[in-house]
């Protein structure tokens, strides 16, 4: 609420804008889940593949298993950036979003956030972890194991 809890007119076209910008955040955020969902599903069906496959990539010269890693690797990269994309959309939506609520009577996300963020129960080990820092972490995790699935090739 605005300190003073004094009611703002509000210009039924802002108000529009502000709806407009709140929905465009949400399909933004959908979007980011999608993408999520294939990306993971790609990665493990490539792992469960590799796994599956292993007695025979075994058998081939190392660059094969060089190549299979290399395109782990680079769908674990563009994940990664695609994630990193979404984050910086919805950083700058949102600062569009909190930019409109100054002008409004009640500052929905603008308040949520620092609710979140200044929770005095909550310590070190049970803070707010915001998706993005562990979503961001898993397509790293999935390089990793390609890189480890390569090198336990190599010590065959």
Do not use: C
Request: glycine residues 4%; charged residues 20%; proline residues 4%.
């Amino acid at each position: 609420m605005n300190p003073d809890n004094t009611q703002r007119d509000v210009a039924p076209a802002v108000l529009d804008l502000y709806k407009l910008a709140v929905e465009m955040a949400d399909r933004l955020s959908a979007r980011r889940g999608s993408a999520n969902a294939f990306f993971l599903t790609v990665q493990t069906t490539f792992i469960a593949v590799l796994a599956v496959t292993a007695p025979n990539l075994a058998r081939s010269p190392w660059g094969v298993g060089l190549v299979v890693m290399l395109a782990g690797i680079a769908l674990s990269a563009t994940w990664w950036l695609q994630l990193r994309s979404y984050r910086d959309l919805n950083a700058v939506k949102f600062k569009v979003i909190n930019k409109i609520e100054e002008n409004l009577p009640v500052k929905v996300f603008s308040d949520e956030w620092e609710h979140l963020k200044r929770d005095p129960v909550r310590t070190w080990r049970n803070r707010y972890a915001e998706l993005g820092m562990s979503e961001r972490a898993i397509p790293w995790v999935f390089a990793a194991l390609h890189t480890l699935m390569f090198v336990g090739r190599l010590w065959q």
